[in-house]
Nanobody, 114 residues
Framework: VQLQASGGGLVQPGGSLRLSCKVSGIISSGNIMNWFRQAPGKQRELVSSITTSGSANYADSVKGRFTISRDNARNTVYLQMNSLKPEDTAVYYC?????????WGQGTLVTVSS
């Protein structure tokens, strides 16, 4: 199982980015897929999840600004991030659990700064 995250970069406050997580080795639509982030000096936190039925959940800090989605044909999960704030700066990781074992992508750095 491999998760390949991409799409991070430097963006000004108020800007947007779309992260992608390409999944191989499993059918991503059959698994709950998650986006986590870890800011410098802080613990990794759950940002958003999408269930097998397509229901989405978000951390309070990103509600109304971030949108998680999946493209089953491409076996890819996305995180659209709008109205970005400096406090969104972190390494973002895609994740899933298979039989209780966590699988992580390599992380993609998002920096929000003017």
């Amino acid at each position: 199982v491999q998760l390949q995250a991409s799409g991070g970069g430097l963006v000004q406050p108020g800007g947007s980015l779309r992260l992608s997580c390409k999944v191989s080795g499993i059918i991503s639509s059959g698994n709950i897929m998650n986006w986590f982030r870890q800011a410098p000096g802080k613990q990794r936190e759950l940002v958003s999840s999408i269930t097998t039925s397509g229901s989405a959940n978000y951390a309070d800090s990103v509600k109304g600004r971030f949108t998680i989605s999946r493209d089953n044909a491409r076996n890819t999960v996305y995180l659209q991030m709008n109205s970005l704030k400096p406090e969104d700066t972190a390494v973002y990781y895609c994740n899933t659990f298979i039989r209780a074992a966590p699988y992580w992508g390599q992380g993609t750095l998002v920096t929000v700064s003017s």
